[in-house]
């Protein structure tokens, strides 16, 4: 081999080489800034937890005030909300063995991946009764980011809660499903809202259409996310089936795939559906 095509071949090596490094720096570079935005949410979470200790009683004159009067005595609880406060969403079976608690936030993109990449399967292993979802809704990324988009899904969600659980549900994932830039607070328009909400067969009733019209289940939504703060959960969106924490997006951030989320369901729990 002359030197002439030994230098070429050599430099061809070294820009394959160089080209492999660059794809590894982009991919770390892209998980590092996943990581960060993640880490974010975490600490809006935990910040808005923070000011609620701080507050204290004042929060919930500060939600009253802001939601023309809507304090603790005066808020209108969906019908098919759970727990004691009526701040818990519960969907499947209530003799289901298994419990899988979802904190979400409508704005939030990571919660939008997964119920677009495994809300399927989620859902199959509720219907089948397997397990029953308590949802546990958060709007901390209206804090964070600014705008009221997370809190006024969260209204309408209420109000679909108050027409039936199933629509409820079926409201949730049209909201993931044509979920926004989390910058760019679509959510907060209730026009909007009332869009897609037609996309959920029977959902915009007249009774409906006026709630998210008038926010009558605003000062629920402000309980709920309250519950949300209090519940120590510190990023969405996090799952635990029976408390325990599973894991359901990769070190990218990603989804896994619905056939290991299905693996992952089935590795923990015990006793088949019920």
């Known amino acids: 081999m002359s030197d002439k095509t030994k230098n070429k071949n050599e430099n061809r090596t070294k820009g394959f080489r160089s080209d492999g490094r660059s794809a590894r720096s982009r991919l770390r570079a892209e998980q590092l800034r996943r990581r960060r935005t993640r880490a974010r ?4 979470g935990i910040a808005a937890g923070i000011t609620a200790i701080l507050l204290g009683g004042g929060t919930a004159l500060a939600i009253g005030t802001a939601n023309g009067g809507a304090q603790d005595g005066q808020v209108t609880v969906p019908a098919n909300a759970s ?23 409508f704005r939030c993109p990571y919660c939008g991946k997964l119920e677009r990449t495994d809300g399927k399967a989620i859902q199959r292993f509720a219907d089948t009764g397997v397990y029953k979802i308590r949802y546990h809704m958060g709007t901390f990324l209206d804090g964070n980011l600014g705008g009221r988009g997370s809190m006024e899904a969260l209204q309408a969600a209420g109000a679909a809660l108050n027409e039936s ?4 549900k079926a409201f949730h994932d049209v909201l993931y499903a044509d979920q926004p830039d989390e910058r760019a607070d679509a959510f907060a328009d ?6 897609l909400a037609a996309k959920v067969p029977g ?15 605003a000062g629920w939504a402000h309980r709920v996310s309250d519950a949300f703060t209090r519940s120590g959960v510190d990023s ?39």
């Open 41 to 44: 949410w975490r600490r809006a």
């Open 165 to 168: 659980t199933a629509r409820f």
């Open 203 to 217: 959902l915009t009733t007249p009774a409906f259409v006026k709630a998210v019209k008038d926010g009558t289940y």
């Open 83 to 105: 727990g004691a406060d009526g701040t818990l969403i519960v969907y499947g079976r209530a003799t289901a063995r298994n419990t899988l608690d979802v904190w979400e936030d």
């Open 236 to 274: 969405t969106p996090t799952l635990k089936l029976n408390g325990r924490t599973l894991a359901v997006l990769d070190a990218t951030g990603n989804p896994i795939s619905p056939a290991e989320y299905t693996a992952l369901i089935q590795r923990s729990v015990s006793g088949g559906s019920r």
């Open 190 to 195: 209730r026009n909007h809202l009332l869009a």
